[in-house]
């Protein structure tokens, strides 16, 4: 009996171990996919003067390499994290793969300037889909605190430091072989991916669409991002307060007002508008989009500076953000869930808001001739540990009184805070930046005294959004008292009812 009583212990602490094992290696997985799309943001960037060489864009068109994977990337994020709820996240991340990998390879193989943009809509449609249920998987994989912190980690890392691995990978390519390969390199990793995704990703058991598909409320939402993003990315062009941005985005708003009332009066919404009552998920998509804003100046502004100004080439370029990328690799990998711990969510989440006003202030003191040690050097760092010690507590809080029902929708709403607010942020810092430039120039200064300016300007201004996101944190965000909230019994029969096609009054 003894023995059988051992044999059928180790047999159970063997399973428990592999279990262990295929957690954490599916946890590589979800974030291999995640680089490869974080990668992509800025990848294409580097290579935009060889594509618009080789296929004769415009100025103008040429933006729609980057606006059109943009557009479908932020207009589909809402939509495939709640159809991963709905059909099972393993799902909808390895169709997302699938989508992103070979759109990939046609916009490698592209010959004319039509077929980039149309590949590059579709790779944005594929990112959208893989990204938007990838923290969901990871919230319900590691249900416990600890081992959610150091996921938590991994997945942050990857993507707020990807970006500037991407400005090196994309200057090496370019400069070494063609643009066509941004796209090539992509390819394996997605096939990668998505053969250890298939072998070791746990699917959830998905709400079902038993009580029906809410296909006009998924088109509203849909077109409404999709207008929404079309109008903020295009602001820079066509002007902010433009008669064609305003538009735009009126009509954006109007669809949206009308998913927002279908959703409130039918019984199985696509996006139950109990998420919206959510304090910590929309309190921190909040403080994570003034972040986002004062980020995104450093890092696209803080590149043209360090090209235009400064005179660094791609390559040099992304090495000068390293310093960067390995702060928040550091603060990532146990740095910012020791804070945590220590001083909980809200204070660390504070601290580092603080770094990175100090890094913009730094990077607003950095004048034509100036040098990357210290002042450079010191910023990015400052910068790289604000953002480490942030990340980590804003993705705690924020799915912390998500339902595991939702958590799909709620990945999605983060993925949508950072891209909307990115969008904006990037459109008015770089309209700012714009037209203090030209004042200065008009006023009598050098070009580069007056892109330096402006580029000062857009630093202070991306430093004041900071500020706002420190003083919603204090004033809207908690701690946590669970990495996520259970679902009650009401509302697990609830869910059974909706699932077996039964009507109910309304499941908002």
Avoid at 20 to 44: F, K, P
Avoid at 184 to 209: M, W
Avoid at 232 to 253: C, H, P
Avoid at 484 to 495: F, P
Wanted: charged share 10%; proline share 3%.
């Amino acid at each position: 009996m003894t023995a059988v009583t051992n044999l059928f212990r180790t047999t159970i602490a063997g399973a428990s171990a592999q279990s262990e094992r295929r957690r954490w290696i599916a946890l590589g997985v979800l974030c291999l996919g995640q680089l490869m799309m974080v990668l992509d943001s800025t990848i294409v960037n580097v290579a935009l003067p060889s594509i618009q060489h080789e296929l004769h864009f415009t100025q103008s068109s040429l933006t729609w390499v980057i606006d059109g994977y943009l557009i479908t990337f932020g207009g589909l994020l809402l939509l495939a994290g709640r159809l991963g709820d709905l059909v099972g996240r393993k799902r909808v991340f390895l169709t997302g793969l699938v989508l992103f990998t070979g759109a990939s390879v046609l916009c490698g193989i592209a010959t004319t300037q039509g077929m980039l943009i149309a590949f590059r809509l579709l790779q944005g449609a594929g990112g959208a889909v893989a990204s938007s249920v990838i923290l969901a998987i990871i919230v319900t994989e590691f249900p416990k605190r600890a081992e959610q912190a150091k996921a938590m980690g991994l997945y942050a890392f990857v993507s707020a430091g990807g970006g500037s691995i991407g400005l090196l990978a994309g200057g090496a390519l370019t400069q070494s072989l063609d643009w066509h390969w941004i796209f090539f390199v992509n390819v394996p990793i997605g096939v990668l991916a998505f053969v250890l995704g298939s072998a070791l990703i746990e699917e959830n058991e998905g709400i079902g669409l038993s009580g029906g598909v809410d296909v006009l409320g998924s088109i509203l939402i849909t077109a409404a991002t999709m207008l929404g993003a079309f109008a903020i990315v295009k602001s820079s062009e066509y002007g902010i307060g433009s008669a064609r941005t305003l538009g735009v985005a009126g009509a954006a708003l109007a669809l949206l007002a009308g998913f927002l009332t279908l959703e409130s009066r039918i019984a199985n919404p696509i996006m139950p508008l109990r998420i919206l009552r959510l304090r910590m998920l929309m309190g921190s998509s909040l403080v994570r989009g003034m972040l986002i804003t004062g980020m995104f100046s450093a890092f696209f502004l803080g590149s043209l500076y360090l090209e235009r100004v400064l005179g660094y080439n791609a390559i040099n370029t992304g090495l000068a953000f390293m310093p960067l990328t390995l702060s928040i690799a550091a603060m990532s990998m146990g740095g910012s869930s020791r804070l945590v711990n220590r001083f909980g969510p809200v204070t660390t989440l504070a601290g580092g808001l603080v770094a990175i006003i100090g890094g913009l202030a730094l990077l607003a003191t950095e004048g034509v001739g100036a040098s990357y040690f210290p002042g450079l050097f010191v910023a990015f760092t400052l910068m790289g540990l604000g953002a480490g010690a942030s990340f980590l507590p804003l993705l705690t809080i924020g799915m912390s009184d998500a339902p595991r029902r939702d958590a799909g929708l709620a990945s999605g709403i983060v993925n949508v805070s950072v891209q909307l607010f990115g969008a904006i942020g990037l459109a008015t810092l770089g309209t700012i930046a714009t037209d203090h430039t030209k004042a200065l120039a008009r006023q009598g200064e050098g070009t580069l005294a007056a892109l330096t300016g402006g580029y000062h300007l857009s630093y202070v201004v991306a430093a004041v959004f900071v500020a706002v996101g420190i003083l919603a944190a204090l004033l809207v965000l908690r701690t946590p008292s669970s990495p996520m909230v259970q679902e009650t019994d009401e509302e697990l029969q609830r869910i059974e009812t909706i699932q077996a096609g039964e009507p109910v009054a309304q499941a908002a």
